[in-house]
């Protein structure tokens, strides 16, 4: 069983920044996991952020494309966030997932789920 802890939630303005992290309880690399970001908004379906598979190679929604960074620190087995520009549209829990298929983007394709985090961006 996999754990996924994520980290770094918060306020922020418009036009501001934050980072957000994913701490897994195994090796994301040696176990060739895929980690991906989704967020969900109050009332909205769950939407793919970003993803990294396990050779580094990074993929993202076209929301975010040229504003957040997703990138890993293989000896942390922890995944990152970094969002620039955040906009109100941002808002939502932050949920990071983990699962073996490769450029993975919908939620059936991920098999482990943390509990999330909670961004809120005020205009």
């Known amino acids: 069983q996999v754990q996924l802890l994520e980290s770094g939630g918060g306020l922020v303005q418009a036009g501001g920044s934050l980072r957000l992290g994913c701490a897994a309880s195994?090796?994301?690399?040696?176990?060739?996991?895929?980690m991906g970001w989704f967020r969900q908004a109050p009332g909205k379906a769950r939407e793919f952020v970003a993803g990294i598979n396990w050779t580094g190679e990074t993929y993202y929604g076209d929301s975010v494309k040229g504003r957040f960074t997703i990138s890993r620190d293989n000896a942390k087995n922890t995944v990152y966030l970094q969002m620039n520009t955040l906009k109100p549209e941002d808002t939502g829990v932050y949920y990071c997932?983990?699962?073996?298929?490769?450029?993975?983007?919908?939620?059936?394709?991920?098999?482990?789920w943390g509990l999330g985090t909670q961004v809120t961006v005020s205009s």
């Open positions: 195994v090796s994301i690399v040696n176990n060739k996991y895929t």
């Open positions: 997932a983990g699962g073996r298929i490769i450029m993975a983007r919908t939620t059936a394709s991920y098999a482990y």
